[in-house]
């Protein structure tokens, strides 16, 4: 079963559903190999749940439960009926518009820079392979560009002295990210974020610092494109490697 196959079974059902089929289980213990394909599934569902959200804040009127119940009353005169045959037509044409829009524009969670710092930290706190491995940024810059991922950014030059290790192409809420790894010695790895500006809510020009357990991290936004930089280590190594960025 490859990855197109796979998303189009996964679209029809969700993670915690109990389904005897065996074309699902294997889907889903591909999508649990498959860190992007795991995410595409979570973004999925998460538009199913703003659909849902939706429709369930849609009034439903007081007495339309006695409408449908009652069966005693007598038939409506002919102009009356086709004035309710209208109105549930009209009514009709409303839910569908919603809906049409609602897929035709997925729901997007705005997203936060605390959301993002998390799944870009929780991405590499196990070991993962990279899309190309190699020390050199000219390479690197054409690969992501090739993929669709920002490139060709401005890189804080300390991050510059140190040696690429490789970089992958990540996505987070349906855009795409770049990633770039760097030695930093004694095994350890730098990781340096970059996605669209605006697309993350909370990315200021100077850099913001937090700890994400064990990792420090630091946040800023620049030119086209908002940056996040990780590591294992403090603060103050963060902002070495970020210079005055």
Same mark, same amino acid.
Request: aromatic fraction near 8%; charged fraction near 30%; proline fraction near 6%.
């Given at each position: 079963?490859?990855?197109?196959?796979?998303?189009?079974?996964?679209?029809?059902?969700?993670?915690?559903?109990?389904?005897?089929?065996?074309?699902?289980?294997?889907?889903?213990?591909?999508?649990?190999?498959?860190?992007?394909?795991?995410?595409?599934?979570?973004?999925?569902?998460?538009?199913?749940?703003?659909?849902?959200?939706?429709?369930?804040?849609?009034?439903?009127?007081?007495?339309?439960?006695?409408?449908?119940?009652?069966?005693?009353?007598?038939?409506?005169?002919?102009?009356?009926?086709?004035?309710?045959?209208?109105?549930?037509?009209?009514?009709?044409?409303?839910?569908?518009?919603?809906?049409?829009?609602?897929?035709?524009?997925?729901?997007?969670?705005?997203?936060?820079?605390?959301?993002?710092?998390?799944?870009?930290?929780?991405?590499?706190?196990?070991?993962?392979?990279?899309?190309?491995?190699?020390?050199? /940024?000219?390479? !690197? =810059?054409?690969?992501?560009?090739?993929?669709?991922? &920002? %490139?060709?950014?401005?890189?804080? $030059?300390?991050?510059?002295?140190?040696?690429?290790?490789?970089?992958?192409?990540?996505?987070?809420?349906?855009?795409?990210?770049?990633?770039?790894?760097?030695?930093?010695?004694?095994?350890?790895?730098?990781? /340096?974020?970059? !996605? =669209?500006?605006?697309?993350?809510?909370?990315?200021? &020009? %100077?850099?913001?610092?937090?700890? $994400?357990?064990?990792?420090?991290?630091?946040?800023?936004?620049?030119?086209?494109?908002?940056?996040?930089?990780?590591?294992?280590?403090?603060?103050?190594?963060?902002?070495?490697?970020?210079?005055?960025?």
């Amino acid at each position: 079963m490859d990855r197109r196959e796979a998303r189009s079974i996964l679209s029809i059902h969700r993670a915690d559903e109990a389904v005897n089929d065996e074309r699902f289980a294997q889907a889903k213990e591909l999508a649990a190999k498959d860190p992007e394909l795991a995410r595409w599934w979570d973004e999925d569902q998460e538009v199913d749940d703003a659909i849902a959200t939706q429709l369930a804040s849609v009034p439903v009127p007081a007495e339309l439960k006695a409408r449908v119940i009652s069966r005693t009353k007598p038939p409506a005169a002919p102009q009356s009926r086709w004035r309710r045959t209208a109105l549930l037509a009209g009514a009709a044409i409303v839910v569908l518009a919603v809906l049409f829009g609602l897929w035709k524009r997925p729901f997007k969670p705005a997203a936060s820079l605390a959301d993002y710092r998390a799944e870009m930290v929780r991405f590499f706190s196990v070991s993962q392979p990279l899309d190309l491995e190699t020390n050199n /940024l000219i390479d !690197i =810059n054409k690969f992501l560009a090739k993929s669709g991922a &920002p %490139s060709g950014f401005d890189i804080p $030059q300390p991050l510059r002295d140190l040696e690429p290790v490789g970089c992958t192409k990540l996505r987070f809420r349906g855009e795409d990210v770049a990633v770039i790894c760097f030695k930093r010695g004694n095994g350890k790895v730098a990781h /340096l974020f970059v !996605i =669209n500006r605006k697309a993350i809510d909370g990315v200021r &020009p %100077s850099p913001n610092f937090a700890n $994400q357990g064990t990792w420090a991290t630091a946040a800023w936004v620049k030119g086209d494109c908002d940056y996040l930089l990780t590591l294992k280590g403090d603060q103050r190594e963060a902002a070495k490697l970020i210079g005055d960025s």
